[in-house]
């Protein structure tokens, strides 16, 4: 990933301290269709039996592969999800790389990091189990994802661009906010509603920047 005068470019949620070594590898035909059956499986069982309740082994026997194959590929249950997750992470990168205004270029700082943090929260609260799962499968997890790189590159961006203090540090609290924990714990032990905690994100933010809508 690289950053410029525009922001930064899009990454996925493969962890960021694995080497890229020259040319991408061509995944063969067999590895391909594993994989396709493994992450369709997975989903299946996430979606009807929730993401706590299923295991490798359940994923691996509705796949019909083998549980090293699994395990080789995955690494465990946070890097199933993270593999998952990347799609659905992929298609809010392409939006608010190159979609249309607020979300996209073209808008103020500060409502681009409003119509942001909208978006990221919609998105967690349509796979905040799975987003928890792949955020805490081990320490730090959250921190080593591409997905989280773009984030941070484009909230800090923005940030001091539209002049807030310590970007760096605004970057880093606000996405400790839309951390899946948070959130999860907002929603669920809190019982704030998704659109007055969004309501209340987006206010806090535009006090870093001292400014109102459209300005």
Not at 178 to 195: F, G, I, K
Request: with cysteine.
């Amino acid at each position: 990933m690289s950053s410029n005068r525009s922001g930064p470019k899009s990454a996925s949620s493969t962890p960021t301290e694995l080497p890229l070594l020259g040319a991408p590898v061509r995944e063969r035909a067999d590895a391909a269709r594993n994989r396709l059956r493994a992450l369709t499986a997975a989903e299946t069982l996430f979606t009807e039996h929730g993401v706590d309740a299923v295991t490798m082994d359940d994923v691996a026997a509705a796949a019909g592969v083998g549980k090293g194959t699994l395990y080789r590929r995955f690494g465990d249950k946070g890097g199933l999800a993270m593999a998952l997750l990347d799609e659905r992470e992929r298609e809010l990168q392409d939006r608010l790389l190159t979609g249309p205004p607020p979300l996209g270029p073209g808008a103020p700082p500060a409502d681009r990091l409003a119509a942001f943090t909208e978006a990221y929260l919609t998105f967690l609260t349509h796979h905040l189990d799975l987003v928890l799962l792949s955020e805490t499968a081990t320490t730090g997890a959250r921190f080593r994802t591409g997905a989280h790189t773009l984030w941070r590159r484009h909230c800090h961006h923005l940030l001091e661009t539209g002049g807030a203090p310590d970007p760096e540090i605004a970057a880093d609290v606000l996405l400790a906010a839309l951390s899946a924990d948070q959130v999860r714990h907002w929603l669920h032990d809190r019982e704030l509603a998704p659109t007055a905690l969004t309501k209340s994100l987006v206010a806090l933010l535009r006090t870093w920047l001292d400014t109102t809508p459209g300005t």
